[in-house]
C-alpha cells in the first residue's frame, strides 16, 4: 500500500519525499525521527514533506509523515535483497512520487531516474 493512501485519510499531501543517508537505529519512535529530521537535516518535519529512513542492512525502511492531525510512520521490509540508497556521505536526497514507489518495490530507482542517452543518427 502506498504511504500516500494510508495519509490520505486525513487529506494531506506528500509535497516532496526526502531520503537520509545514513542508517538509523530502527528502534527509534516517531518522536526521535522528527527531531532527527528538524536538527539533523534541518528540515521542518510540518512542512508537507514525508522523510524516509533505512537500517543498517538497507532491507528496512520507515516512512515518517507530519501533518496537523499528527504523525504517520509507516514501516516496509523486503524479504529479500536491499533497498538502493543514496550515499551514506550524502547527509539527504529528495525523491520524486515515482521515484519513492520505486524506492518501495526495491526497485533501483537511480537507474530508472537517470535520463537516456540520446540516438545517434549517422
Same mark, same amino acid.
Given at each position: 500500500?502506498?504511504?500516500?493512501? /494510508? ?28 527531531? *532527527? ?5 534541518? !528540515? ?12 543498517? !542492512?538497507?532491507?528496512?525502511?520507515? /516512512?515518517?509523515?507530519?501533518?496537523? *492531525? ?5 514501516? !516496509? ?33 537511480? !537507474? ?11
Amino acid at each position: 500500500m502506498d504511504i500516500e493512501v /494510508v495519509c490520505g485519510s486525513t487529506g494531506s499531501k506528500i509535497e516532496m519525499y526526502w531520503v537520509v543517508g545514513a542508517p538509523v537505529d530502527f528502534r527509534c519512535g516517531a518522536e526521535r525521527l522528527r527531531v *532527527q529530521a528538524r536538527e539533523t537535516l534541518g !528540515r521542518s518535519p510540518l512542512d508537507g514533506s514525508a522523510f524516509v529512513f533505512r537500517n543498517r !542492512r538497507s532491507n528496512r525502511i520507515k /516512512v515518517l509523515k507530519v501533518d496537523a *492531525q499528527g504523525v504517520w510512520l509507516a514501516t !516496509r521490509r523486503l524479504h529479500e535483497g536491499r533497498f538502493c540508497w543514496v550515499s551514506a556521505l550524502e547527509p539527504m536526497a529528495s525523491l520524486t512520487r515515482q521515484q519513492f514507489r520505486w524506492l518501495c518495490a526495491g526497485v533501483d530507482w537511480q !537507474r530508472l531516474s537517470a535520463s537516456l542517452p540520446l540516438e545517434k543518427h549517422v
